[in-house]
């Protein structure tokens, strides 16, 4: 049977948009990535046995509360201002109250390990100009990491953000990595859209969609023209083998791109 690389995932009623899960046909990302709408004045609870969890707001007001701590949180959007994201470790509660309409994602995925919760703030994950005058200036995006390896050494996961300027590329060079990782898409418009390629597959990108990238797969991306795109990425270690900046391998056909003049 042929993999699942992407996805084009609905809210239901409830506000819950599902997009990998430990058994749905995304299992292979070994992550479970949730996004979900809440009403203002509305509260979400989550608690994972045996699983590390992250919360990050993408857009709304909101209260997080855990551990005894409470503390508010704002965005108006992916597009201008930076993240907010709470990371926890198995079995500690989570509440997000939203003081007015609010998005948030949440991705989780197994571990044992018990460590002290963070609240990540814009400041701990500042944005940065990735790729700027290389492949005449059409790869320049801005870039954040809110948690690696290198940040949380005890996590299984990686979290991130990318803001590509429009019509730019990102994910350039092609490149792979031995770590599942899932992309979360959004657009500054509804109409906006993209390409994404995984493999020899491309698929197009739009507003909530999202792709699920296997082990070794090639992966970069494109905005159109006249259109922002942000991307969520998120990352699953493997055992042994966790995802680090020099464990990605741009492909050696395009490598003489580095020195190309455009």
């Given at each position: 049977m042929e993999k699942k690389l992407f996805g084009y995932p609905e809210f239901d009623e409830t506000g819950e948009e599902i997009l990998s899960t430990y058994d749905n046909e995304y299992r292979d990302m070994l992550m479970d990535v949730r996004v979900y709408r809440i009403n203002g004045g509305n509260e979400r609870v989550f608690c994972r046995e045996g699983e590390e969890t992250a919360v990050l707001l993408l857009s709304g007001k909101i209260e997080y509360c855990w551990d005894g701590l409470c503390e508010c949180a704002s965005r108006r959007d992916v597009f201008t201002e930076g993240p907010y994201a709470l990371h926890v470790c198995t079995g500690t509660k989570i509440t997000v109250k939203a003081l007015e309409d609010s998005e948030i994602l949440v991705?989780?995925?197994?571990?044992?390990?018990?460590?002290?919760?963070?609240?990540?703030?814009?400041?701990?994950?500042?944005?940065?100009?990735?790729?700027?005058?290389?492949?005449?200036?059409?790869?320049?995006?801005?870039?954040?990491?809110?948690?690696?390896?290198?940040?949380?050494?005890?996590?299984?996961?990686?979290?991130?953000?990318?803001?590509?300027?429009?019509?730019?590329?990102?994910?350039?060079?092609?490149?792979?990595?031995?770590?599942?990782?899932?992309?979360?898409?959004?657009?500054?418009?509804?109409?906006?859209?993209?390409?994404?390629?995984?493999?020899?597959?491309?698929?197009?990108?739009v507003d909530n969609s999202f792709s699920a990238i296997p082990p070794q797969e090639l992966h970069p991306q494109s905005a159109a023209p006249g259109f922002q795109m942000y991307t969520c990425w998120m990352i699953r270690h493997l055992d042994g083998d966790p995802w680090l900046q020099t464990t990605r391998n741009e492909d050696e056909r395009y490598l003489w791109l580095h020195d190309a003049e455009f």
């Open positions: 991705q989780c995925t197994k571990n044992e390990t018990v460590f002290d919760a963070k609240l990540y703030r814009p400041d701990d994950a500042p944005w940065g100009y990735s790729c700027v005058g290389k492949f005449g200036n059409v790869a320049k995006r801005r870039v954040n990491t809110i948690f690696d390896k290198e940040i949380a050494p005890y996590s299984n996961m990686v979290l991130g953000e990318v803001l590509n300027d429009r019509g730019n590329w990102s994910g350039y060079l092609p490149h792979r990595h031995p770590q599942p990782e899932l992309y979360y898409f959004k657009f500054d418009r509804p109409e906006g859209f993209g390409a994404s390629f995984v493999g020899d597959k491309v698929f197009k990108s």
